[in-house]
């Protein structure tokens, strides 16, 4: 099967996964409201989703129930941010067994995980039923709230909170056992088969998968991307909320000045206006008057936003009550009667004296928060008097509440939504790639050659193909990676080269000095060895590990055969004397040393990429200075003696013991053995003798090797 089918099977597989848990949320919502039971039940397949597929499909499925549920009863919109944050937690929760290919059944695991549900669905939508319904007047709610509050003194708030926390949480321990069945319908090895992943690279591991969703960085792009798309929909979300809210109002507020205007001209049409002195003088004993209050009630019926109807004749001393309707919570003055003018009407007292129509007037005092709407009654084309309608602008005010509530909702259900898919996309075609590209690119500098040329193929196994910037960039570092690696390559083929074409003329150089030495045989193969042999057994005893390392014993074997790099100046007489030297020529052949230590000095400064020329001229120097400090040319004593000096010491002393030379017998192995051993600790350093008697048998094979061919480029 191709991988593009594997594809479209796998979005197919995901859409019906999507569809299936919308329809079993609703199947949820349905059984519970016709059967009266007091639960939800309307979030597992929000779980179910959200567990085996992720936090995109998860809160997609969490808000279309919602959107879907509030089609027949709109205050479903109230709990849709609630919704989406119960799926975003889930993925959050199952992200871990889901690397593992499994879904959790430890008892505690799940019970921290319903807790939390219950937190989001109990408390938090307590906070949202308390300020859109004010408390629970009714049903489960309001029977285990009054319990509390009647057990603990908690108070109607603290108690409904408890009340909804209880019921939530068993509601949640339903739906969650109900999931964990669904998932055993499952085979393990498919439970992640549904997750919403769209790799535009080579699919990482499981525990790459892992390693890369915890990396942490100072601040990381998926926290900037997070940022950004947060501040972009947060700005958006107040821009749109800010516009919406007006025109919700301005909407809100033209409804109810149509009400009130409607039913003022309607009010004025019953009124005649010919007998509005009349009805001023007599009231209810005024012909026609009584008929005509009877249908000024059933007009301020019509509407119950409507608070007030009067008829007022607006003069300079004040109003004279033509009607006055009582209120239930009000009874009307009566007829005839003259009150004050209302502050609220001081600026268009000009124009109600002149019989003029004003503008809708909110006032605010000690009726109420209403708006009022005035229409003048004529008899003859004079304004003979007003109709005044006040509508309640509190219930505008609670309209402004719910509609922004709604708003809130749903606005931020919409936007975990989005932040959710948004990241989703950043992370499988930015974050990832990125992240890839940087660990299969960074080690190349800083690895084995072998490592890197491993780093370069798995760059180019990467695969990224988010046809984008990204893109470019992977392959700009492929190219540049691979172009370094053939450069490096290049440059370590000439190093190579020229370090052995130095270490060849030196070993050259070691080998003339050799031949002049009549005595010495294969006396520099053989130390090297030697040296070889003692500094690995010295690291592997543990002593002086902060010294020795790998190209430390590379420079210090490497370096062994130029020792005696001094004796070039010595004389052949005293060189090759069959005999024992008198203490004039001692002290001629003691020059030796610095003689090579002048050598390599002035070698150093023609090669000086040769790095081995350290410790050669230590080993030059030094190799004839003993532990106790009589040695020379500088009498230097215990570790002030370079390591690699003491180490030659005790490999040439040994040598120059078992070997034959024109003025002695060769040295019974055991024999040389017992002397370094005798010697330890006044001649040699005690831990470069302890490993070396340690070596027994590495060192009786290089003694016995006399036409050993070593390899000085170890």
Not at 489 to 516: C, F, H, P, Y
């Amino acid at each position: 099967m191709t991988t593009d089918k594997r594809k479209h099977i796998k979005n197919i597989k995901i859409l019906l996964l999507v569809t299936a848990g919308i329809l079993l949320n609703m199947l949820g919502d349905f059984l519970t409201a016709k059967f009266g039971i007091p639960f939800y039940f309307d979030t597992i397949g929000t779980i179910v989703v959200a567990a085996m597929s992720g936090y995109v499909p998860g809160a997609f499925v969490a808000l279309a129930t919602n959107l879907i549920a509030g089609i027949s009863d709109p205050t479903n919109a109230y709990y849709s941010i609630l919704n989406v944050l119960i799926a975003l937690y889930t993925s959050y929760f199952f992200f871990d067994f889901y690397l593992r290919g499994s879904f959790p059944k430890r008892f505690f695991d799940i019970l921290r995980y319903i807790l939390v549900l219950s937190i989001i669905g109990g408390v938090y939508g307590s906070f949202i039923s308390w300020f859109v319904f004010g408390p629970a007047d009714s049903g489960l709610t309001y029977t285990l709230s009054s319990f509390f509050d009647t057990r603990f003194k908690t108070g109607a708030f603290l108690g409904d909170t408890l009340a909804s926390f209880v019921i939530d949480f068993i509601d949640k321990s339903i739906s969650v056992t109900i999931a964990l069945l669904i998932f055993r319908l499952f085979p393990k090895e498919k439970a992640i088969e549904y997750d919403f992943v769209t790799w535009k690279q080579k699919p990482l591991e499981t525990q790459e998968l892992d390693r890369f969703s915890k990396l942490s960085m100072k601040t990381s792009l998926r926290t900037k991307v997070s940022l950004l798309i947060s501040l972009a929909c947060i700005s958006i979300a107040v821009i749109i909320a800010t516009i919406a809210l007006k025109l919700f109002r301005d909407y809100a507020l033209d409804q109810h000045i149509g009400i009130a205007s409607e039913l003022a001209k309607a009010a004025a049409d019953e009124i005649d206006g010919s007998k509005v002195d009349e009805f001023i003088e007599k009231g209810s004993a005024a012909e026609g008057y009584d008929e005509t209050e009877k249908r000024l009630y059933r007009l301020k019926a019509i509407s119950a936003d409507v608070e007030y109807l009067y008829v007022y004749r607006i003069t300079e001393e004040g109003c004279y009550v033509v009607f006055d309707l009582d209120t239930a919570e009000l009874e009307g003055e009566e007829p005839g009667t003259l009150i004050d003018f209302d502050e609220s009407f001081s600026a268009d007292l000009p124009l109600l004296l002149a019989g003029k129509e004003i503008e809708p007037v909110i006032s605010n005092d000690k009726y109420g928060w209403l708006l009022t709407v005035y229409q003048p009654v004529y008899d003859g084309g004079r304004c003979v008097c007003y109709v005044g309608v006040d509508v309640a602008m509190q219930d505008l005010k609670v309209y402004n509440q719910d509609f922004m509530l709604k708003l809130t909702s749903l606005g931020l259900g919409f936007f975990m939504l989005i932040l959710s898919f948004s990241l989703w996309l950043a992370k499988f075609h930015i974050i990832f790639p990125v992240n890839t590209i940087a660990e299969a690119a960074g080690g190349f500098a800083y690895h084995s050659e072998e490592e890197r040329g491993q780093n370069v193929e798995e760059l180019k196994s990467l695969e990224i193909k988010t046809g984008d910037e990204v893109e470019n960039l992977y392959q700009a570092v492929l190219k540049t990676t691979e172009t370094s690696m053939q450069y490096y390559e290049e440059m370590q083929a000439k190093s190579v080269a020229l370090t052995k074409l130095q270490t060849g003329l030196l070993i050259v150089l070691a080998d003339i000095v050799e031949n002049r030495d009549e005595s010495t045989g294969n006396h520099v193969k053989k130390t090297a060895a030697y040296v070889e042999i003692i500094l690995k057994a010295l690291r592997k005893k543990g002593y002086y590990t902060d010294l020795i390392t790998d190209d430390y014993i590379s420079d210090s074997v490497r370096s062994a055969p130029l020792h005696d790099i001094g004796k070039i100046s010595i004389p052949d007489a005293i060189l090759n004397k069959p005999g024992k030297l008198s203490p004039e020529e001692f002290e001629i052949m003691k020059t030796h040393t610095l003689a090579g230590e002048n050598i390599i000095e002035k070698a150093k400064q023609t090669l000086d990429n040769a790095d081995y020329f350290g410790e050669a001229k230590n080993l030059a120097m030094y190799h004839h200075e003993k532990w106790n400090g009589t040695g020379y040319p500088r009498g230097l004593s215990g570790e002030d003696i370079p390591l690699s000096a003491r180490v030659m010491a005790v490999a040439d002393v040994f040598d120059a013991l078992v070997s034959k030379r024109i003025y002695k017998p060769a040295m019974p192995f055991e024999q040389a053995m017992g002397i370094i051993q005798k010697d330890a600790g006044t001649h040699f350093d005690p831990k470069v003798a302890e490993v070396f008697i340690e070596s027994i048998d590495e060192v009786r094979e290089v003694a016995d090797r006399f036409d050993l061919e070593f390899n000085y480029d170890a």
